[in-house]
């Protein structure tokens, strides 16, 4: 595990003077929403492809696009095991990997900086748990003017187990003092779910990763555009399904006007 300070930097009030944590969420909203960062926030999958060709032609190993767009996961431990890399270089290839990543300059979704503002607005904390390592994330929340929105930020270099194990949702879970229902993982992938799943959290489904079979498979019965259109739908709605139901209240029974 990397000795890298572990967790991220909470967010802070326009004014810089601290984290922005005294306002409730709008009745019916999650306390909290959760993000992936590839795929849900930024468009990395092209790059990631980029590096993956580069790192794994380093070993001999050629990755096909077509192997790419049906196999690719957050797991990375099960694509190497696909694609046949030996497993005494697991340590130094996604190292490599992400030296690659690091000289790339991804874009945020559309839509995506509008909805994370939106969520604040109206009193949901967010976090941020990634399969991607510290040093190929923050450089870009900085450049694409992300930096202090996310409350609690993990990456797979803080961590012990990646995806879809929930160590690092169940810590930025333990970040915010807030129990896994009160959350929703918003992501792209069947890891994604997996992870959010074993946590406890509520799963989102967003983007055009996954295809919305194989998710209408596993259980997830809608796949939103992204980030930007649940937000929209949920904000819209009042809590999108969030709020609890209250018990209709009983109406004193109206005196008969014959007497």
């Known amino acids: 595990m990397s000795s890298a300070r572990r967790g991220g930097a909470a967010a802070r009030r ?16 999650p306390a909290a929403v959760i993000l992936d960062w590839d795929g ?6 092209p790059l ?4 993956n060709v580069i790192v794994l032609g380093e070993l001999g190993i050629t990755m096909s696009r077509t192997w790419f767009r049906e196999r690719h996961s957050p797991d990375w431990r099960r694509g190497y095991r696909e694609l046949g890399v030996p497993e005494h270089l697991w340590d130094q290839t996604p190292a490599r990997w992400a030296e690659e990543m690091g000289r790339m300059r991804p874009k945020a979704l559309p839509w995506v900086r509008h909805a994370l503002r939106q969520l604040r607005r109206s009193g949901v904390r967010l976090g941020l748990v990634t399969a991607s390592t510290r040093g190929v994330v923050e450089p870009s929340l900085e450049r694409l003017n992300l930096a202090g929105l996310f409350e609690t930020a993990w990456y797979a270099d803080d961590v012990r187990e990646g995806k879809p194990h929930p160590e690092a949702l ?10 896994a ?6 992501g792209d992938t069947t890891v994604d779910l997996e992870m ?6 509520r799963f989102v489904a967003v983007g055009a990763t996954t295809p919305e079979p194989v998710f209408r498979a596993v259980g997830v019965n809608r796949v939103w555009a992204g980030v930007g259109a649940w937000a929209d739908d949920l904000l819209a ?16 029974p109206r005196p ?3 007497g």
């Open 256 to 258: 008969d006007p014959r």
């Open 48 to 51: 990631i492809y980029r590096a």
């Open 14 to 29: 326009p004014d810089g003077s601290g984290p922005d944590l005294g306002r409730a969420p709008v009745d019916g909203l």
């Open 40 to 45: 849900t926030i930024v468009d990395t999958l």
């Open 237 to 252: 709605s009042a809590g999108g399904g969030w709020a609890p139901r209250r018990p209709a209240r009983r109406r004193a």
């Open 170 to 179: 169940l810590l930025a879970l333990r970040d915010l003092g807030l129990a």
């Open 196 to 201: 959010a799943r074993a946590a406890g959290a």
């Open 181 to 186: 229902e009160q959350t929703v993982y918003v």
